[in-house]
């Protein structure tokens, strides 16, 4: 490790740790990252759900879209598109639709679709934290411009045991995760905006967390909704809405008012 130690918690770090260690491990990571989105499109299943899918999940939208802006249309406005979702006999929140989600995965393409997410997202990381580790392990590479308190010392202190040393300095390793969360911003400009977030690809890598982020990687997430008991839940909403449009019944006379008067 190539420092020089003035004080017990403060170090002056050597301009060379910057040249082949910091900005040797954001290029890696970069064109890693750059190489890895690349190979997980040309991976990518060009599989489309069902039809029907479609036309439900875009009914859910519309419905959706109303509740959450209803004030801004007049209430007869309002009720014609309530009742063409909810009205008793055909309404579209009222169709009985046969689906399970668990057929989704069970399906032996989705689980394939799986394995590949699963392998395009854990072996890529693994590869470039080795190489980080194995020949940077140790190394205090940056130093933040902020304190920060000790509660951070194990996030931004990985590979070293030294509690003398201040917790705004930070090591390779410690880096490597700082650099790889944040560097879907760099990725959008060179690729464009269709990149994945590497918090999300991990998230959805975990078993744990996959129900928390709505979706089964590497599954269409219109595959995993249970329309019939999404419909019911839009409808509910939608029959508890109580139209308040008077503010704006005027706001078409008053304009045109104003615009005279100018």
Same mark, same amino acid.
């Given at each position: 490790?190539?420092?020089?130690?003035?004080?017990?918690?403060?170090?002056?770090?050597?301009?060379?740790?910057?040249?082949?260690?910091?900005?040797?491990?954001?290029?890696?990571?970069?064109?890693?990252?750059?190489?890895? +989105?690349y190979?997980?499109?040309?991976?990518?299943?060009?599989?489309?759900?069902?039809?029907?899918?479609?036309? +439900?999940?875009q009914?859910?939208?519309?419905?959706?879209?109303?509740?959450?802006?209803?004030? !801004?249309?007049?209430?007869?406005?309002?009720?014609?598109?309530?009742?063409?979702?909810?009205?008793?006999?055909?309404?579209?929140?009222?169709?009985?639709?046969?689906?399970?989600?668990l057929?989704?995965?069970?399906?032996?393409?989705?689980?394939?679709?799986?394995?590949k997410?699963?392998?395009?997202?854990?072996?890529?990381?693994?590869?470039?934290?080795?190489?980080?580790?194995?020949?940077?392990?140790?190394?205090?590479?940056?130093?933040?411009?902020?304190?920060?308190?000790?509660? !951070?010392?194990?996030?931004?202190?990985?590979?070293?045991?030294?509690?003398?040393?201040?917790?705004?300095?930070?090591?390779?390793?410690?880096?490597?995760?700082?650099?790889l969360?944040?560097?879907?911003?760099?990725?959008?400009?060179?690729?464009?905006?269709?990149?994945?977030?590497?918090?999300?690809?991990?998230?959805?890598?975990?078993?744990?967390?996959?129900?928390?982020?709505?979706?089964?990687?590497?599954?269409?997430?219109?595959?995993?909704?249970?329309?019939?008991?999404?419909?019911?839940?839009?409808?509910?909403?939608?029959?508890?809405?109580?139209?308040?449009?008077?503010?704006?019944?005027?706001?078409?006379?008053?304009?045109?008012?104003?615009?005279?008067?100018?």
């Amino acid at each position: 490790m190539s420092f020089i130690l003035h004080h017990p918690s403060t170090l002056v770090i050597d301009s060379a740790i910057r040249d082949w260690v910091l900005l040797p491990i954001v290029a890696f990571i970069l064109l890693f990252s750059i190489l890895r +989105h690349y190979a997980s499109i040309y991976f990518k299943s060009n599989k489309e759900p069902p039809v029907d899918k479609f036309t +439900h999940f875009q009914t859910l939208t519309k419905g959706q879209i109303l509740g959450r802006n209803f004030n !801004f249309i007049p209430l007869q406005s309002f009720l014609t598109r309530k009742a063409f979702f909810n009205r008793e006999k055909d309404g579209e929140f009222r169709k009985k639709i046969e689906n399970n989600p668990l057929t989704a995965m069970a399906d032996p393409n989705n689980m394939t679709e799986m394995m590949k997410n699963n392998v395009q997202t854990m072996v890529p990381n693994l590869v470039m934290f080795g190489w980080i580790y194995f020949f940077y392990a140790g190394f205090v590479i940056a130093k933040f411009p902020f304190p920060l308190s000790d509660r !951070f010392r194990a996030m931004v202190q990985r590979g070293i045991e030294l509690q003398s040393l201040e917790t705004s300095y930070v090591t390779s390793a410690s880096m490597y995760f700082l650099i790889l969360f944040g560097v879907k911003g760099v990725l959008s400009l060179l690729l464009g905006e269709n990149v994945a977030d590497e918090a999300q690809l991990m998230a959805n890598s975990n078993p744990l967390t996959m129900g928390q982020m709505g979706a089964t990687p590497g599954a269409n997430p219109m595959l995993m909704v249970d329309f019939g008991k999404a419909f019911e839940s839009e409808k509910d909403n939608l029959e508890l809405i109580q139209h308040t449009h008077e503010p704006l019944n005027e706001s078409e006379s008053a304009l045109l008012a104003k615009w005279k008067t100018q």
